[in-house]
């Protein structure tokens, strides 16, 4: 590590905005060898988390995986149903399917924060950091750090606080947008197996159970169409369901990047400053995925900072999520490019008793799976929007300039 003026820097003063998983993930790995103060907007005592509960690589956060650390749930599988429509009755799903879990968790998200920002400020294996919560941080400030500290991380979400300083939030091309919330009822029939919930516009619902009486429900629109109103959609999904009406006032909702929707290069936007997480538009743009993406951004960031190589931190972090990137375009294109819920259903009667990991992470292993389904692989191909979308995904060329970075 060096200084602006090439000199060596023994601890650096590195500027965390943002503190929930992302923050705070780069606050652990920077204070191994920095001077590091977290910011967080809200109060962690009182910290709403607007959506993302589930975490499927629970290795990833450094507590101990139990209730008191905000652990509920230990995921064995996600069961996905998919139907034809939203108009369905009390009809069966056209097909049912697993996506298996190593080691994850329905989670209280807002009680893993405020543990993780507990062991950063107290010092547990490791320097403490100075974490300093329910502070908003203005544009006017958000220079004064940017002067100020050796590092700005920023980890403030989509859009971040670095775009908007510099007045360059339509950079972001694209986003999916969600309502979710916590419920009471008996959801001891899907304890262990979450329920996600297919019909025919691209998005889907969800039943996340954190206990056998208390689950997060949720929905997301991934497609251009968006219905007029979000919460009565969102109360209808819940009762096609069979499931609890969340109250108006729990609901929170989240815009999510559609990944990639930055440009890579401008993750690293001038000398000393780096977006993490949704700021730097990572998110799974098929499953909306990205506490994990985010957490492995922030890690490998500070790994590139501390050998001295930040400047390779665009590229290198693009290249780590291009092979997800990829899989997701196909993904999302059987529902956009074809209209076909038959076809949806095909493929993921393709991918049953697959992980999570390999599903969002390893798209050969996902075509192989295909492969051995000849009819399916022909309707793929021989739809022109697909083979454009893939085409276009192994050539580099995504939405933010057409051409790849």
């Known amino acids: 590590m060096t200084n602006l003026q090439g ?26 060898f920095a001077d590091v103060t977290l910011f967080e907007r809200q109060s962690y005592d009182d910290k709403r988390v607007n959506c993302g ?24 599988q996600f069961n996905l149903e998919i139907y034809a429509t939203t108009d369905r009755g009390s009809e069966a799903p056209i097909t049912e399917s697993t996506i298996d879990v190593g080691c994850g968790y329905i989670t209280d998200r807002n009680v893993i924060e405020r ?8 010092g547990e294996e490791g320097p403490a950091v100075d974490v300093r919560d329910n502070v908003n941080i203005s544009i006017e400030r958000y220079w004064d750090f940017v002067k100020a500290y050796d590092y700005v991380v920023d980890a403030t979400g989509y859009p971040s606080l670095t775009t908007k300083a510099a007045n360059q939030t339509n950079n972001y091309t694209g986003s999916m947008f969600a309502l979710n919330a916590d419920v009471r009822g008996d959801f001891s029939a899907s304890l262990h197996r979450p329920r996600i919930v297919f019909e025919g516009y691209v998005g889907y619902w969800w039943c996340f159970p954190k206990t056998e009486t208390r689950a997060n429900v949720g929905i997301g629109w991934a497609g251009d169409e968006r219905p007029d109103n979000y919460v009565e959609a969102f109360w209808n999904a819940c009762d096609r369901a069979n499931a609890p009406r969340p109250d108006r006032k729990d609901i929170n909702a989240d815009t999510i990047p559609q990944g990639p929707n930055l440009d890579p290069q401008l993750t690293y936007p001038e000398q000393g400053v780096f977006l993490v997480g949704d700021a730097a538009g990572i998110a799974n743009r098929y499953q909306g995925e990205g506490i994990c993406q985010a957490i492995r951004s922030s890690y490998f960031l500070a790994r590139l900072v501390q050998e001295d190589h930040e400047h390779e931190y665009p590229q290198r972090l693009y290249e780590q999520m291009k092979s997800e990137y990829r899989l997701a375009t196909l993904m999302r294109g059987v529902l956009e490019e074809t209209d076909d819920v038959q076809l949806v259903a095909q493929v993921a009667a393709a991918v049953d008793g697959l992980t999570v990991d390999v599903v969002t992470r390893h798209p050969w292993r996902v075509y192989q799976r295909i492969l051995q389904r000849p009819r399916l692989l022909t309707r793929l191909v021989t739809t022109p929007g697909i083979r454009r979308r893939l ?3 192994y050539t580099n060329r995504w939405e933010y300039d057409g051409t790849g970075s």
């Open 115 to 122: 543990r993780w920002a507990e062991r950063l400020a107290n």
């Open 53 to 76: 509960e589930a975490i499927n690589e629970a290795s990833l956060v450094p507590l101990e995986e139990t209730a008191e650390n905000g652990f509920l749930d230990r995921v064995k």
């Open 7 to 32: 000199g060596a820097l023994e601890r650096p003063a590195v500027a965390v905005l943002g503190g929930a998983v992302a923050g705070l993930a780069a606050a652990e790995r920077f204070r191994e």
């Open 391 to 393: 085409a276009e995904s």
